[in-house]
């Protein structure tokens, strides 16, 4: 790099504007979230995902004509063409998150729009992958388990027929709702790894299942999607609220972070963990196994030392526990993150191509000077 050219390195891209955004504020310090100028506590209080969907794809609250035409349109597109329901069988040992993705990317095959990289087209295949990736996780989960899949009930909304495509139960009013919820607070959060991810592919003008794909893919991750299912891993491991507090300090001993806490952004609490802490409180009680409420409770105490340093809950370290009190398996945890995503990272795709431009940062290299290079048989 010539002299006086910018040579600072902001390692993980920490605090770099890359873009400007008219859709998610966040103020990480005060604990903020807000999807085109609404708060994220009325949406979790009033609102619904097909709606809270409609918001993040059109930029404004649907009219009640418009949200029963987007209601059908989501509807109509629980289909997935029969070859991919194969893939998905030959798939069904994978984990979930291999299978989606997959299944994702050879849905790009069947799909007319595939190559079609218009915003209306964009927005078409946004919902239409916002209703086929509920399907391929219920018709995956239920072939892994020796069981057909199931057609999806026209008569439920989003959050009720994946429950129930995936059990084939009918899901009480109260468990469709937290998974609305669930599904709500995890539409769409800015410039997320995985979001990120999807601009990038999209920088290249590469075709909306290729970015979903490639978001996917960066979700697996534990540091980004599978922090929920870690968290129940780490419930069990402590077993019992006495032991929360020493599991924390054998952690920060050995510099491991505590899974659920934590954020890039939030410095405060991450202002979604606090509707689904409600849930888990109530669901606890409710399914009689009150201990892991208490578990959770003795870990944020045995956290609260960290918490002036800016570690806070954040969104998944409630989710995985209501989960699992509702029976899922936890491989399941950051499938179920997807299917709350597509709204965000269609949004986020929809964005990039407004105005595209490549993302290509850049790397300082601090290797070895130029070297002769030797043949191999004098090595
Ligand atoms: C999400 C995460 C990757 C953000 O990391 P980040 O922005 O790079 O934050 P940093 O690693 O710079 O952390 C800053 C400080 O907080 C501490 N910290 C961050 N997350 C922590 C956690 N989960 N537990 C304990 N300490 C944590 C770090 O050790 C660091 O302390 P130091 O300055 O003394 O070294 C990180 O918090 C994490 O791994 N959390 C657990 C996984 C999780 O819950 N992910 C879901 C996110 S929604």
């Known amino acids: 790099m010539s002299e006086g050219e910018q040579t600072r390195v902001y390692r993980g891209l920490k605090g770099v504007y890359f873009d400007r ?22 949406l979790a209080a009033n ?44 798939l069904k040992d994978a984990h979930p998150m291999d299978a989606l993705r997959t299944a994702v990317s050879a849905l790009a095959a069947f799909d007319d729009d595939a190559a079609d990289c218009s915003p209306v087209a964009v927005l078409r295949k946004g919902v239409r992958l916002t209703s086929q990736v509920p399907m391929i996780i219920g018709a995956h989960h239920r072939l892994r388990t020796g069981e057909a899949p199931i057609e999806p009930n026209p008569a439920l909304g989003h959050a009720a027929n994946f429950l129930y495509m995936l059990t084939g139960v009918m899901p009480s009013d109260n468990a469709a709702r937290l998974m609305d919820l669930d599904f709500i607070l995890h539409a769409e959060h800015g410039s997320n790894a995985s979001s990120f991810t999807a601009r990038v592919v999209t920088g290249t003008n590469a075709n909306l299942h290729a970015a979903i794909t490639a978001a996917i893919a960066a979700l697996s991750g534990p540091a980004h999607g599978g922090a929920a299912e870690d968290v129940m891993h780490m419930a069990r491991e402590i077993g ?110 929809m964005q ?26 004098q090595r």
Do not use: C
Not at 33 to 42: F, V
Not at 278 to 288: A, F, H, I, Q, T
Not at 352 to 377: A, D, F, H, M, T
């Open 21 to 42: 955004s008219d859709t998610t504020f966040i103020d990480g310090r005060a604990g903020e979230l807000r999807y085109y100028g609404y708060s994220i506590h009325d």
């Open 240 to 349: 019992d609220p006495a032991n929360a507090e020493a599991y924390v300090k054998t952690k920060r001993q050995n510099r491991e972070p505590i899974m659920g806490f934590g954020h890039r952004v939030y410095r405060a609490e991450d202002p979604r963990a606090r509707h689904l802490r409600d849930g888990v409180e109530r669901l606890s009680v409710e399914m009689g196994e009150p201990h892991w409420n208490e578990i959770l409770k003795a870990l944020v105490e045995a956290m609260r030392p960290y918490a002036r340093h800016g570690v806070n809950v954040n969104v998944d370290f409630y989710s995985g526990v209501i989960y699992h009190l509702h029976g899922i398996p936890e491989d399941l945890f950051v499938p179920i993150f997807a299917v709350g995503r597509l709204p965000g990272w269609t949004l986020q795709v």
């Open 47 to 90: 609102s619904n995902f097909e709606e809270t969907a409609y918001l993040l794809l059109h930029g404004e609250l649907p009219t009640a004509d418009q949200l029963t035409t987007f209601d059908e349109e989501m509807k109509a597109s629980r289909r997935l063409p029969d070859p991919v329901y194969e893939v998905i069988r030959t």
């Open 352 to 377: 990039q191509l407004e105005n595209n431009i490549l993302i290509r940062p850049l790397l300082l290299y601090n290797g070895p000077e130029l070297k002769p290079y030797v043949p191999v048989e």
